[in-house]
C-alpha cells in the first residue's frame, strides 16, 4: 500500500476553526484511489443539546480533534477542482499585479 498524503489549509483570518484538510489515499480500496476533504464543523446546538454536552465536558468526554466531517470527492471531480484551483491561483497573480502598480504609482506621487 502506498503512503496517505495529508495537506492541510488555514483560513487567511488564522483561526483553528476554519481549516480544511484533504487526505489521498492512493490504492485504499477495492475501488482504487481515494481523496477526502475534511472540514471541521462548528454546529449551533440548542440550549438543552449544549448543556448535555457541557455535562459531558465535566465529566471528562471530548473529541480529541474537535468535531469533522469529511466528502469522498469522485475521480471525475478531480479535474473541476484542479481547474478550479487553479483559476483562484491565477485571479491572486492577477490581483497582486494590480496591487503593485497601485503601490508604485503612489511612490509616485
Known amino acids: 500500500m502506498k503512503k496517505v498524503e495529508f495537506k492541510c489549509f488555514e483560513c487567511s483570518c488564522s483561526s483553528p476553526d476554519h481549516m480544511i484538510r484533504f487526505v489521498y489515499m492512493p490504492e485504499d480500496n477495492c475501488d482504487g484511489e481515494d481523496l477526502y476533504m475534511d472540514v471541521q464543523i462548528n454546529p449551533t446546538y440548542s440550549f438543552f443539546k449544549r448543556i448535555w454536552l457541557a455535562i459531558k465536558y465535566v465529566l471528562g468526554y471530548t473529541k480529541k480533534y474537535?468535531?469533522?466531517d469529511c466528502v469522498l470527492i469522485k475521480p471525475e471531480d478531480y479535474e473541476d477542482l484542479i481547474l478550479m484551483?487553479?483559476?483562484a491561483q491565477f485571479d491572486h497573480?492577477?490581483?497582486?499585479k494590480k496591487v503593485e502598480v497601485k503601490k508604485v504609482n503612489t511612490k509616485d506621487k
Request: charged letters at 30%.
Open 93 to 96: 497573480k492577477q490581483h497582486q
Open 85 to 87: 484551483f487553479k483559476r
Open 66 to 68: 474537535g468535531h469533522w
